[in-house]
Nanobody
Framework: QVQLIESGGGLVQAGGSLRLSCAAS????????VGWFRQPPGKEREFVAS????????DYATSVKGRFTISRNLGKNTVDLQMNSLEPEDTAVYYC?????????????????WGQGTQVTVSS
């Protein structure tokens, strides 16, 4: 069992930045794929970004491309999501997800483990 712990959420004004971090309790992310998803109020969960830990390949939702960056922190064994130029539409609970199969996909069904989520609120 892999426990994922997200951190870094909060309240920020439009145009500001936040950095989210996802850590795995009790193991490394080696050979895993890690994704970030979000669920805006009253909406379904949606893909944000993903990374293959071994190769470092990344993928982004169109809505965040150019503003968000997903990356590996090898020293801390975390997957981070740097969010810049935040917009009120980015307000959501953000979830970290991981798959031991190593293939980063955009569907939430491709991930076995999920964190509890962290709230990101962007005020206008």
């Amino acid at each position: 069992q892999v426990q994922l712990i997200e951190s870094g959420g909060g309240l920020v004004q439009a145009g500001g930045s936040l950095r989210l971090s996802c850590a795995a309790s009790g193991r490394t992310f080696s050979n895993y794929a890690v994704g970030w998803f979000r669920q805006p109020p009253g909406k379904e969960r949606e893909f944000v970004a993903s990374i293959n830990w071994s190769r470092g390949d990344t993928d982004y939702a169109t809505s965040v491309k150019g503003r968000f960056t997903i990356s590996r922190n090898l020293g801390k064994n975390t997957v981070d999501l740097q969010m810049n130029s935040l917009e009120p539409e980015d307000t959501a609970v953000y979830y970290c997800a991981a798959s031991p199969r190593g293939r980063a996909v955009t569907s939430s069904f491709g991930y076995d483990y999920w964190g509890q989520g962290t709230q990101v609120t962007v005020s206008s």
